[in-house]
Nanobody
Framework: QVQLVESGGGLVQTGGSLRVSCAASGRTFSTYVLGWFRQSPGKEREFVAGIRWSLGNTRYADAVKGRFTISRDSAKNTVYLQMNSLKPEDTAVYYC???????????????????WGQGTQVTVSS
């Protein structure tokens, strides 16, 4: 039903900025939450940010509040994660995911999400 493809990852220096994109295929996004997760070696996959497609409500992990911004372009079926003031701790594979069943809150648990992209590597050098 939904396919997700991430892009825009790369190498950036500490304090720099990067924007990753998630292109979604399909026409059933009006009730979905689109989220970004990340995973680094030896760590569990963690929630980064999410957005309710229909209303634009957002939620962020404490570690990225004030630095990252999630947004979407409905015409392009694309969700973005703008990452500013990057730190080495932000180094991870970033995954886009879609939650079909979110109600009031953007959910933060990976198990809640139904569709996943392949991930894009973000590396922040010191």
């Amino acid at each position: 039903q939904v396919q997700l493809v991430e892009s825009g990852g790369g190498l950036v220096q500490t304090g720099g900025s990067l924007r990753v994109s998630c292109a979604a295929s399909g026409r059933t996004f009006s009730t979905y939450v689109l989220g970004w997760f990340r995973q680094s070696p030896g760590k569990e996959r963690e929630f980064v940010a999410g957005i309710r497609w229909s209303l634009g409500n957002t939620r962020y992990a404490d570690a990225v509040k004030g630095r990252f911004t999630i947004s979407r372009d409905s015409a392009k079926n694309t969700v973005y994660l703008q990452m500013n003031s990057l730190k080495p701790e932000d180094t991870a594979v970033y995954y886009c995911a879609a939650d079909r069943n979110a109600r009031v809150l953007v959910r933060t648990t990976p198990d809640a999400y139904d569709y996943w992209g392949q991930g894009t590597q973000v590396t922040v050098s010191s």
